[in-house]
């Protein structure tokens, strides 16, 4: 579907709508919605995507074993 009959689909939907209450939560989205797309930064991070992903327990996890792998020093690898 192309973008215009979408939103000629959605204002049809809208028109159908008789609760303020959803009213007012589609007007709460759009607004952030509008404000979120002007205070988006014009470049992402390569690794913004992946932000987020890991629950707290699996990132203490990846942190551990990083610390214990990577942060010991065996002085018999210099030689």
Avoid: Q
Wanted: proline share 3%; net charge negative; with cysteine.
């Amino acid at each position: 579907m192309y973008s215009e009959a979408r939103k000629l689909h959605l204002i049809e939907e809208v028109l159908k709508i008789k609760s303020d209450d959803t009213l007012l939560a589609l007007e709460d989205f759009l607004n952030k919605a509008k404000i979120k797309s002007k205070a988006k930064p014009t470049k992402k991070s390569a690794f913004a995507e992946f932000s987020g992903i890991w629950s707290k327990e699996e990132a203490e996890e990846i942190e551990r074993a990083i610390e214990e792998g990577c942060e010991t020093i065996h002085p018999d690898d210099w030689k």
